[in-house]
């Protein structure tokens, strides 16, 4: 099992205190299916018997609801003060979310955490070093699953969707597609998934690579 101190993406954590339960974290691009495999997982532990807190990011804490009413509505925040409120949702996430469930001896399953604050900070061109600063005394994932499918795959996914965010356009997708695949080629800590093929094939890919981590 990964110690919580593990590094990630240039995030160099303190030691984080011991907990009994688990951390599991699902990343990638939109269009990638973090939403859709952190919710198969978390039925298909739970029928399991095992003792399953699903989340996300942004939460449905005072902080999370206020950045997702900015991003469907456009307001435009500079970039780097989007990420500072990211990263404050993140410490409400946390606090009062995550690691009381671990120290209860959960199973958390987040969709989304700390990668996805660097990986759409860069692209918006927020300095990675500031980003990494924000997140580095964060609780760290035992196992980080990055979700990866083709760029192309990903946009037909979000052409579906009836609305977009204000991170949803092609051209800024791209880049951040872009930064996901440099940090799964320069983590060993980070699982890569190809999402593209089947849901039930991926969802075994995933369950397999989890238990094997548990």
Request: aromatic share 8%; hydrophobic share 40%; glycine share 8%.
């Amino acid at each position: 099992m990964p110690s919580r101190s593990t590094v990630i993406a240039g995030v160099l954590p303190l030691e984080s205190p011991v907990m009994a339960g688990f951390f599991i974290v699902f990343e990638g691009p939109d269009g990638s299916g973090t939403t859709l495999h952190s919710r198969l997982l978390s039925e298909r532990l739970t029928a399991e018997g095992m003792n399953v807190l699903l989340t996300f990011e942004p939460t449905d804490g005072p902080i999370g609801l206020a950045i997702r009413e900015e991003l469907t509505s456009g307001k435009g925040l500079p970039p780097q003060a989007i990420q500072e409120r990211f990263s404050a949702d993140r410490a409400w996430h946390v606090e009062h979310v995550i690691e009381p469930a671990l120290e209860a001896g959960k199973v958390v399953i987040s969709d989304r955490y700390a990668l996805s604050t660097l990986a759409y900070g860069e692209a918006q061109g927020v300095d990675p070093a500031f980003l990494a600063k924000l997140n580095k005394n964060f609780v760290q994932p035992d196992c980080s699953l990055l979700l990866l499918p083709p760029f192309d795959v990903c946009q037909e996914r979000l052409r579906r969707r009836e609305v977009l965010d204000s991170f949803e356009k092609e051209e800024f997708q791209r880049k951040v597609h872009a930064i996901y695949e440099r940090f799964g080629q320069g983590d060993p800590h980070l699982q890569v998934v190809d999402t593209s093929g089947e849901k039930e094939e991926v969802a075994e890919e995933i369950y397999r690579k989890v238990k094997s981590s548990l």
